[in-house]
Each structure stands twice: as structure tokens, then as C-alpha cells.
């Protein structure tokens, strides 16, 4: 018997986006007029490493000779260092209840026996408590707070801590202020204020225009160590401080008190558990006349702590019916795809040099995750330029930049000088992880057309 195979094919369409990037025509025109280099271009956030100011050093190193153990806390410095980047935020009571009901019903599946004797029931339920309560200690995180009044864990923090914190902090105001060079606040409040790092930036910065200092610290040994930092380690330099400065260990209990930058650095770890943390948040966003900054380590458990903060602050405000928007880094209001896509936090790099405190300085690279909100519409002439949000990879005449689009969504672009054109090739190829793009990027829908061969007997 014979068969007879016949073959036809079968279109199939398939849409693809196709991204076009438009440059800014501003930003081209200075090029062009050589008001300045395209490396240079107004997207850059990114600082160069500099190093560290020789008077804080001294004053740091004044402040821990006075405790008399600089070689402890430099070795115990890298303990609590370790630590800091490891940490995670704290088990819910609830998600421990889900853990421990979880870990019982493995348990007395594997062990229990119908023909127990009643003496033997009491036995076994006993037995599998305290096997439950070991299982999830050994497999749930064991958070606990740091001992800030314990001036020798002050120390440690101060050494190891003060150059990335000062440099972190000095990068996201020195974009906030480049941005929005009309921000001349006269009022900070500092959550967490810790050794002073929100502080001694905001005076560099903003120190013409500020009358008011309000720093926040449960501990008062991390508030006396702050103040002496500013008084360069001398306790009789009242007269360098500057002026409307407060210490406190609690938040203010007056619901009228406004701010005009508000930031929370290196803070949210220290709260035990959500509703503190969400109560806390509201409070700061409450106190926040402009902007709000919040800043944590960069590991997985620093980013989503900060991608917690960001959506509550942005859903009370939708709920409130209250304009605000993301101002850095994100250039939209949509959930974070980095969050909802993968497991890599958001994060980005600074550069610094440690404090010559017994050792040569040398480069150190800090990662960090924050988030600045603004309150008030976002600008209508805010053309949300996208942000890198990794390190652009260099190749041979060509470029690629991963970014954060005001779409909410991560794309990936590959700049060539004959596609692109030089200006914005150069741009792109000279920019850094952190800083922005001056382009707009416009999605388009492409149909693609396929044949697929089938055959029929």
C-alpha cells in the first residue's frame, strides 16, 4: 500500500516591540555648541571617588583614641561590618505560625500512630513541640536589634561605616540638588540620624539655607557620638555647631510639624516588625513638606525593604487623593519590575576611600538601594528620562545600556554612533551604573509574518 504525503505551509503572525530612542534636542544642541563634553551630559548622577576629608578623619580618629581601643574596634568593626550585610529583615509572627503549623503537619504525618495509648498522645504532643519550636529556629532568621548604647558598638560603627554612609548620602543630594536647583530647604529631619552622615552632607549642601537640624536617635550614646563628629571631636566646640540643631530619642508627638527634606538612612532594619515599620513610614511622610529620602544597604533584603517603603508611600497617596511622585531613581510610579521580575535587587554603586586610620586609604565600592519622593504632581517638561540600572557594557563601536523606563518596564538598548547617531552614542557610552539618559524611548508594536511547513498524509 502506498501513501501519498502532501505539504503545505501555514502563515503565523507574532508581534514584537521595537524600541526607538529619541535624544534630547536640548542637550544636543549644547553638545553641538560645546557648552559641554557629551560625557558630561546633564544625566550624569554618578560622582568620582575622592578622598576622604582629611578633617573628618582626624576627628574621627580623635573621637575613638578618647575610648582608648582603636585596635579592638578596628577588628571588631569588620565583625559588626559582616553582620550589617548579611542581615535580613524580621519573620512576621504570622509567617512564623505558618512555618510552625507547616513544620507540625510533616511531623505527625511521618510520626503519629493510631494505637497510642493515652499517656503515650501526651507524650507525642510534647515531643512534637519541642521538635516544631527546634526545626523553625534552626530554619527561620534570628533577627535581634543592635545595641547602639553600648559606645564600643558606636565605634565599631563609626570607623567602618562613616566613609560609604557620607559618600552614599553625598551622591543622592548631590543629584537632588542638581535636579532641582531651587530646593533650598530650611528644615531636615534625620530618622536614625546614627553618626551624623545625613547631617554633615545636608550642612555642605544646603547649610546657606537650613535653620533647622532635627535628628532622631534612640540611643543616646549614637546622638553624643554625632554631636562630637560635628564639634571635630573637641566637646567644648559649641560654637562650630551649627545653628537649630536638636537631638531627640523619640519622633515628635506634634502631628504640625513639617519638614522640608525628611530622611530615613540606614534605619528600617532596626524596627521589629511591619506595622512598626509602616507606622513609622506614615509618620516621616506626615512630618514631609517636599521630599522624602530613604536609603538602605543594597543586598536583597535592603532593596526590598525599600520597595515596602515606596509602594505604601505611594498607595496612601493615591488613596489620599494627594499628588506625589517618584523623583529618583525610578522614572515612574509603576511597581518596581526589578522586584516583580527577578531576584537581583535594585541597587546601585559608589566609589569611596576609606579613612587613613592605621592603614593606607584604598577604593571601596559600596552598593545601595533608596528612593526620593516628592510631594506635588510630577512636571509636565519632566521628560523621565530612563535610568541605568546596571553597569553599561563596552564593546567594540557599540554600547549596551540596561535601564528603568518610565513605562515601568527594564529594556536593554544598544547604541552604535551609525544607528544612533555620535552625540548620543557618546552619551550613552560614557555614562555610568545610577545615572540617566537624556533620550525618550517609544515602543511600537511590529507584526511579524512566518510560514510554517505542515504535512498531511
Known amino acids: ?53 582629611d578633617d573628618l578623619t ?35 509572627q504570622r509567617e512564623l505560625m505558618e512555618k510552625k503549623q507547616q513544620n507540625r503537619v510533616e511531623l505527625e504525618k511521618k510520626y503519629y500512630n493510631e494505637n497510642m495509648s493515652e499517656e ?76 551624623g552622615t545625613v547631617t554633615l552632607n545636608a550642612k555642605n549642601f544646603w547649610g546657606n539655607s537650613l535653620k533647622e537640624y532635627y535628628c532622631v536617635d534612640t540611643s543616646s550614646t549614637m546622638n553624643d557620638l554625632a554631636k562630637l563628629i560635628l564639634q571635630e571631636g573637641n566637646p567644648n566646640n559649641e560654637d562650630i555647631l551649627p545653628k537649630g540643631l536638636f537631638y ?9 510639624l513639617k519638614f522640608d527634606l525628611v530622611v530615613s538612612a540606614y534605619t528600617m532594619f532596626e524596627l521589629p516588625d511591619i506595622k512598626t515599620r509602616f507606622e513609622t513610614l506614615l509618620n516621616l511622610w506626615n512630618k514631609t513638606k517636599k521630599y522624602i529620602v530613604l536609603i538602605e544597604i543594597g543586598t536583597r533584603a535592603g532593596f526590598s525593604l525599600i520597595n515596602e517603603a515606596r509602594d505604601l508611600l505611594l498607595e496612601v497617596s493615591s488613596h489620599n487623593n494627594t499628588k506625589s511622585h517618584v523623583f529618583s531613581p525610578c522614572p515612574h510610579e509603576h511597581s518596581c519590575p526589578r522586584y516583580d521580575s527577578d531576584d537581583t535587587p535594585c541597587n546601585f554603586e559608589v566609589s569611596y576611600f576609606t579613612p587613613k586610620i592605621a592603614q593606607q586609604s584604598v577604593i571601596k565600592r559600596e552598593h545601595f538601594s533608596y528612593v526620593i519622593i516628592k510631594k506635588g504632581e510630577r512636571p509636565k517638561t519632566d521628560e523621565q528620562w530612563p535610568r541605568i540600572v546596571r553597569p553599561v557594557l563596552i564593546r567594540s563601536k557599540h554600547s549596551i545600556c540596561r535601564m528603568c523606563t518610565s ?45 510554517v511547513k505542515s504535512e498531511q498524509n
Not at 502563515?11 to 544642541?29: C, G, H, M, P
Open 1 to 53: 500500500m502506498s501513501s501519498c504525503c502532501v505539504a503545505f505551509f501555514k502563515r503565523s503572525y507574532a508581534t514584537k516591540t521595537k524600541l526607538t530612542t529619541i535624544f534630547n534636542e536640548d542637550v544636543r544642541q549644547m553638545v553641538l555648541r560645546e557648552e559641554i563634553k557629551a560625557r558630561k551630559h546633564p544625566g550624569r548622577c554618578s560622582l568620582n571617588a575622592k578622598p576622604f576629608p
Open 58 to 92: 582626624n576627628t574621627v580618629l580623635k573621637t575613638i583614641k578618647a575610648g582608648g581601643q582603636l585596635k579592638n574596634v578596628m577588628s571588631d568593626g569588620q565583625l559588626l561590618l559582616n553582620y550589617l550585610y548579611s542581615r535580613h529583615s524580621p519573620v512576621e
Open 120 to 195: 503515650q498522645q501526651i507524650k507525642f504532643e510534647r515531643f512534637i513541640n519541642n521538635r516544631v519550636e527546634r526545626l523553625v529556629a534552626q530554619r527561620t532568621y534570628n533577627w535581634r536589634p543592635i545595641d547602639y548604647n553600648n559606645k564600643h558598638v558606636c565605634h565599631q560603627y563609626l570607623l567602618s561605616r562613616i566613609a560609604p554612609e557620607y559618600n552614599v548620602v553625598k551622591t543622592i543630594f548631590s543629584e537632588l540638588q542638581q535636579r532641582d536647583p531651587n530646593f533650598t530647604p530650611e528644615s531636615l529631619f534625620d530618622f536614625g540620624s546614627g553618626i
Open 248 to 256: 531627640r530619642q523619640f519622633l515628635p508627638a506634634s502631628p504640625n
Open 407 to 451: 513605562s515601568g518596564k527594564l529594556q536593554e538598548i544598544i547604541f552604535t554612533a551609525s544607528k544612533n547617531g555620535k552625540i548620543p552614542y557618546w552619551c550613552a557610552r560614557s555614562s555610568k551604573w545610577g545615572d540617566r539618559l537624556p533620550i525618550v524611548i517609544k515602543e511600537e508594536n511590529e507584526v511579524e509574518e512566518d510560514e
